[in-house]
């Protein structure tokens, strides 16, 4: 028996009865690699392109050279085979998120950057199909700056930010003026590093993950960082193992739906119900269809528009740290699932 059906024996007869439900899936498609070695990527944002969905592109951050003299980093975009087709230069960027106007007509996004301290705004050109910079940084004032999410509230359509950082540090910031000013609106902190972090806009209710604590849930209703709640632990026999990164929200258009959690200690992705919290199951990606699976994934994203053959459901996409082909080491890339296929596996759930 190999070592990791073995593994996978523990997980399903000792493990599975503690912790909950797991499964795997495999990956459809993965994105070319980094061209830097070592921790050079790290978080994912999905630009859906309205008018053809199956030429939408997958943004990453490309955070880190790794050597000496230090290259260029920025912007990495792909198209939905895994090509990459565009490099914006730019900054450190860490994580990112996107979020569109009312009529779905443009676009903001948000990227943090690690070094400076700052937080870039940018679009997509329609015509090109490229990421552009059209607005000057932003200091957030934000100690060891990771992440960023955006929030827009739906009563009033403005648009806000969370950015967080390695040591606690939270900020909440609206955009006014055509995107031209940032207003800081107001601070937190939690008691030790933070870097994910997603929206849930409809029902205003962000999340942030603290490495190495959990899930927090803090309500935006009031505009405010406050208060928060711990709804999901990190820790021996409960559903993340530290560090806990990456974030990402699944609505099922019925008010229900699925906030996924990247649980990096452990090589799995946490999924909780977007409503009571409560844990329905964990998964990892497996090597199969000629792809090798994930481990220690930072960013995750995922989008349920039919993105057209390949991604009819949407698609499900996470970074992976140690990214191999042929018993060959490769840079780092990213992971492309079907997101039918996470969906048709919580669905069984529910009847098994």
Sequence with gaps: ????????????????????????????????????????????????????????????TLKASNQQPVKETGILVYSLDGRQVQFLAGGTPNN?????T????????????????????????????????????????????????????????????????KDGDLALFQIEDGYENHKLISRFKLDSATEGCVVDDTNQVLYIAEESTGVWQFDLASAQLQAPRLIVQAGFLKPLTSDVEGL????????????????????EYAVIDRNTHKHIANFSIITANGIDGTSHTDGIDLTNVDLGPDFPGGVFIAQDDNNTADN??????????????????????KYD
């Excluded at 739906?257 to 090589?267: P, R, V």
């Excluded at 492309?336 to 969906?343: D, G, K, Q, T």
Aim: aromatic content about 10%; charged content about 15%.
């Design 328 to 349: 060959k080491q490769l840079y780092q890339n990213l992971k492309l699932v079907p997101l039918n296929e996470i969906l048709h596996k919580l669905n069984k759930l």
């Design 248 to 267: 990402t929200l699944y609505d099922d258009g019925d008010s229900g739906g699925y906030l996924l959690i990247s649980s990096q200690g452990n090589d």
């Design 1 to 60: 028996m190999s070592t990791w059906m073995i593994l996978e024996w523990i997980k399903t007869v000792l493990l599975v009865p503690l912790l909950g439900s797991y499964f795997v899936v495999a990956p459809g498609l993965e994105t070319e690699p980094s061209p830097y070695p070592g921790d050079s990527i790290d978080d994912i944002a999905i630009w859906v392109n309205q008018a053809e969905p199956s030429k939408s592109l997958i943004l990453t």
């Design 96 to 100: 990112i998120d996107i979020r569109y």
């Design 102 to 165: 009312a009529d779905r007509k443009s676009e903001v996004i948000a990227v943090s950057h690690w070094f400076s301290g700052n937080v870039t705004l940018h679009h997509i050109d329609h015509r090109t199909l490229k990421i552009v910079a059209g607005h000057q940084p932003f200091a957030t004032g934000t100690p060891r700056l990771a992440g960023v999410c955006l929030y827009q509230a739906p009563t009033t359509g403005l648009i806000y930010y969370i950015v967080t950082g």
